[in-house]
């Protein structure tokens, strides 16, 4: 069992996302430390969130995004129930499939956030397949690209085909989370 799921079957009254977020946010975990630029940069936003598991990059995006979609290739029940009650709670819009990011069609997005198989060849696909969708001005938001080089070679393979893309941030710390933005790199990654 996870530390979330410790934490809400022992909670006291309803968890709302703003209970999920701060959880996420003090859990001193691979994430943690990019919650709030998450969280920041997706107000008012529509957000692909690709890649579940304990849901922190789900919490960080529903505490300010107009909408969130989160896929992930496995079914992560423990962790949706605790959504699924804070977001009725807090009449937030967040659907859930439970599918492969490799084989659902691009949704028009805002934000697309990819933290799934940590390979290049995982990355440069699901960047490659989803891309287009992502609107002008929007970002693609990638987690643990310090952690997994190989990541960092599927980005720049990318990159390198779609030279309308570039690096707009690349954090080093938590693991790493590298953004990208259409227009000319800022940051080396």
Request: net charge negative.
């Amino acid at each position: 069992m996870s530390n979330i799921q410790q934490a809400f079957d022992s909670r006291k009254g309803v968890w709302r996302i703003k209970d999920i977020f701060d959880f996420h946010r003090f859990a001193n975990d691979d994430f943690s430390a990019h919650m709030d630029y998450c969280a920041e940069i997706s107000k008012g936003k529509r957000v692909l969130d690709m890649g579940f598991r304990w849901g922190q990059s789900t919490a960080a995006f529903l505490v300010g995004a107009k909408s969130v979609k989160t896929f992930d290739i496995n079914e992560c029940l423990e962790g949706r129930e605790i959504f699924d009650e804070a977001v009725e709670v807090d009449k937030a819009y967040w659907e859930f499939v439970w599918k492969d990011s490799l084989s659902v069609d691009p949704e028009e997005c805002d934000i697309l956030f990819i933290d799934t198989d940590h390979t290049g060849d995982q990355v440069y696909a699901e960047l490659t397949l989803h891309h287009a969708a992502v609107n002008d001005g929007g970002l693609i938001v990638m987690h643990d690209t310090q952690a997994f080089s190989s990541m960092r070679n599927g980005i720049r393979q990318f990159i390198s085909e779609n030279e309308q893309w570039g690096v707009l941030k690349h954090f080093v710390h938590s693991n790493g989370l590298t953004v990208l933005h259409r227009g000319r790199s800022e940051e080396a990654l």
